[in-house]
């Protein structure tokens, strides 16, 4: 059964601009559509999750998506809002990629089923890497005018640019690479519409267009919303750089807390953008953020649903529990379930030690780890002092003045985490 994706699409904000005549085609019949991803990684980052996701209400809707590794694309350069090109990478690194890809992707889509309307991967580079120059200008080419490649605004920004150092004739022809994929996934796939961020639509139209001209067809665009964020700062991009899907760049404890740091203002629009809860669900959710908006239930929810999604539920209550450690709501065991990765990520930037392994094995006094060796406190005293104040725990467990840190105190047979009252945590790390 169709469902009507562009009303879908509207109500969750994801809508910026619809080709005439779209919506009525995509009622019409079960119809093939496709986004493009850049393979110069081998993992997406969350730059990337609008794009996956309307692919995602695509097919739920009844519809076949396509995602198209931009494998001979990914050679050039999409001039569309960079001011530099791109490295080019050799294919069976792009290759590599591709399939980190495909793997990401299969978290949202379903390519295995035995339904009409399956999700399908495919790379530009399998039908451009026999296409000689000649013939590209002489079939391609020769249908597009330079005026008409001129008027996109990706041409003309770069080139008025006082920043840019102009642009190549490689990326210049970009376009014209890009147009040809929907013109041979028209012909080859059936595929009659081409999605992507608002950045995209010079580039969509030119396939609309090469369609029209070459094939006397009728293709069709819908572009999305490039999402930002309310205070003005980049989406998608952290202290320290992408937020990316794969657990190795982005663990999912980072990944979660991406999304829970996330403005009352951000966390109502990302829960229609990046969740699949219905409407009026998430309706339910907003009024009851408003009511008591410092119980984060918003920002709570699209956390869970976002790492649920990408990663798995059990990486989403281990993201939870590391969460909580901060808080005080854990125990010596919880912190010993971390591991090592995500044990460094809640305690980064926490002042830290490094003790010879030796003096752990031997047995450490705790005024010495606190002061002396450890440098969390700046003396004896005040160690012994604290330490009658009930006021020092190892691990999340209180201690008194006569503990011995042993090898049995070690998280990842690495970390002794010692704190001071609720807040003041030292991290001694064994070398």
């Not at 952290?238 to 999912?252: A, C």
Request: proline content about 2%; overall charge negative; hydrophobic content about 35%.
């Amino acid at each position: 059964m169709i469902k009507n994706f562009v009303e879908e699409l509207t109500w969750r904000g994801m809508i910026h601009t619809v080709m005439p005549g779209a919506e009525e085609h995509l009622m019409e019949a079960m119809r093939s559509a496709y986004v493009g991803f850049d393979p110069t990684a081998d993992s997406l980052h969350i730059g990337n999750l609008v794009p996956i996701m309307l692919l995602a209400h695509y097919q739920r809707c009844g519809h076949k998506p396509i995602a198209l590794v931009g494998g001979a694309t990914g050679m050039i350069g999409d001039p569309s809002g960079k001011s530099n090109e791109r490295n080019l990478l050799d294919e069976a690194t792009l290759r590599h990629n591709q399939e980190a890809i495909k793997m990401q992707l299969a978290h949202f889509l379903d390519f295995e089923s035995d339904a009409e309307n399956a999700a399908l991967l495919v790379n530009n580079y399998d039908w451009m890497k026999n296409f000689t120059f000649l013939e590209f200008i002489r079939d391609v080419g020769k249908h597009i005018t330079v005026n008409y490649m001129m008027a996109k605004d990706s041409v003309k920004n770069r080139i008025s640019s006082d920043a840019s150092e102009g642009m190549s004739f490689t990326e210049f022809t970009y376009q014209l690479v890009q147009g040809y994929d929907f013109l041979h996934l028209y012909k080859e796939k059936d595929c009659t519409l081409q999605m992507g961020g608002s950045d995209q639509w010079g580039n969509i139209t030119t396939g609309t267009e090469l369609i029209r001209r070459i094939d006397s067809g009728k293709g069709y665009a819908i572009t999305c919303p490039l999402i930002t964020k309310s205070d003005g700062s980049k989406f998608g991009k952290s202290e320290g750089g992408n937020v990316w899907l794969d657990p190795n760049r982005t663990s999912p404890y980072k990944f979660y807390q991406y999304w829970l740091n996330s403005s009352d203002e951000d966390a109502e629009k990302y829960i229609k953008i990046f969740t699949f809860l219905d409407k009026e669900t998430i309706e339910a959710l907003v009024k009851e953020h408003q009511e008591a908006p410092h119980m984060r239930i918003l920002q709570k929810r699209l956390a869970e649903e976002i790492t649920t999604m990408v990663h798995s539920r059990d990486d989403l209550d281990n993201a939870i529990k590391a969460s909580n450690i901060l808080f005080g709501k854990s125990t010596s065991s919880d912190l010993k379930e971390l591991n090592e990765q995500t044990f460094l990520d809640v305690f980064d930037g926490v002042p830290s030690a490094e003790i010879e392994k030796s003096s752990i094995e031997n047995g450490l006094d705790i005024v010495a780890a606190l002061a002396e060796q450890g440098g969390f406190l700046n003396s004896n005293g005040e160690a012994r002092r604290a330490l009658k104040e009930n006021s020092i725990s190892v691990n999340k467990e209180k201690v008194s003045g006569d503990y011995v840190i042993t090898s049995n105190d070690l998280i990842n047979d690495k970390f002794v985490l010692l704190q001071r009252g609720k807040k003041n945590y030292f991290v001694i790390q064994v070398i």
